[in-house]
C-alpha cells in the first residue's frame, strides 16, 4: 500500500522566510505525487503535481517540489513566503489502476502559519 | 469552466437519521471520487466512481454508500448517522480518473450529527 508522511503539523516562518514542508512516500511502484493547499471553509486546490516527467515541478503561487527517490521524498519550497501563504498543505500519492480506477492517499497535513 | 459543486454546503442531523450529498462535476469530467475529511483521521478515500460504476472503495462500512448518473453527477448517502460521521465531506472530478489527470475539489458538505 502506498501511504505519505509529512513530517510536522505545525510550520511557523516570517514573512519572506524560505517555506520547506517535508514529504517521505513509500510506494512499491513509481509513485504519482501531488502537493494540495486548502483554505479555511474551502476544497483542496492542487499547487503542483509530480508524474515522472522532471523531477524538479514548479506550481502555482511560486511553489515548487523536487522528487528525490533515493531519499522517497517530494519536499516542497517557496523562497519568500508571503502572508496569504498561510493554509493547511497536503501531500498525496495516486494509486491508480485502469480497472479499480484511483483513490489518493494524503499525509496528515501541515498548517502552515506566516508571521509578519 | 464551472467548477465542482457539492450540495448542502452545510447539514445538521441526529443519530439514526440518514442523509444524501450531492456532487456535481466540472463538465466533461467522468470520475468523481469523494473523500471524508476529520480532524482526527485527516482525509480518507470513500470511493471514486467512473461513467456510473463504482471503480473504487475505501475501509468504510457499509453505511456509506454512492452512485453517479448518467450525467456524472454523483450521491453519496450515509445511513444510521453516527456521531463520528460529523466531518467535511469532498467531492472531486477529473476527466478519466487516471493520476495523469489533475483531480479538482469542490468546496465541500460539512456534516454535523447531533
Known amino acids: 500500500a502506498q501511504s505519505v508522511t509529512q513530517l510536522g503539523s505545525h510550520v511557523s516562518v516570517s514573512e519572506g522566510a524560505l517555506v520547506l514542508l517535508r514529504c517521505n512516500y513509500s510506494?512499491?511502484?513509481?509513485?504519482?505525487l501531488f502537493w494540495y493547499v486548502q483554505y479555511p471553509n474551502q476544497g483542496l486546490q492542487l499547487l503542483l503535481k509530480?508524474?515522472?516527467?522532471?523531477?524538479l515541478v514548479k506550481g502555482i503561487n511560486g511553489f515548487e517540489a523536487e522528487f528525490k527517490k533515493s531519499e522517497t521524498s517530494f519536499h516542497l519550497t517557496k523562497p519568500s513566503a508571503h502572508m496569504s501563504d498561510a493554509a493547511e498543505y497536503f501531500c498525496?500519492?495516486?494509486?491508480?489502476?485502469?480497472?479499480?480506477?484511483?483513490?489518493?492517499?494524503f499525509g496528515e497535513g501541515t498548517q502552515l502559519t506566516v508571521n509578519p | 469552466k464551472a467548477g465542482v459543486t457539492q450540495t448542502p454546503r452545510y447539514l445538521i442531523k441526529t443519530r439514526g437519521q440518514q442523509v444524501t450529498l450531492s456532487c456535481s462535476p466540472i463538465?466533461?469530467?467522468?470520475?468523481v471520487s469523494w473523500y471524508q475529511q476529520t480532524p482526527g483521521q485527516g482525509l480518507q478515500f470513500l470511493f471514486e466512481?467512473?461513467?456510473?460504476?463504482?471503480?473504487n472503495k475505501g475501509n468504510f462500512p457499509g453505511r456509506f454508500s454512492g452512485r453517479q448518473f448518467s450525467n456524472s453527477r454523483s450521491e453519496m448517502n450515509v445511513s444510521t448517522l453516527e456521531l463520528g460521521d460529523s466531518a467535511l465531506y469532498l467531492c472531486?472530478?477529473?476527466?478519466?480518473?487516471?493520476?495523469?489527470?489533475?483531480?479538482?475539489f469542490g468546496p465541500g458538505t460539512r456534516l454535523t450529527v447531533l
Open positions: 510506494s512499491s511502484v513509481p509513485p504519482y
Open positions: 472531486a472530478s477529473s476527466l478519466d480518473g487516471s493520476s495523469f489527470y489533475e483531480q479538482f
Open positions: 463538465s466533461g469530467h467522468r470520475s
Open positions: 509530480y508524474t515522472s516527467a522532471a523531477t
Open positions: 498525496a500519492v495516486s494509486d491508480f489502476r485502469e480497472t479499480s480506477g484511483s483513490r489518493l492517499t
Open positions: 466512481y467512473f461513467s456510473e460504476t463504482q471503480r
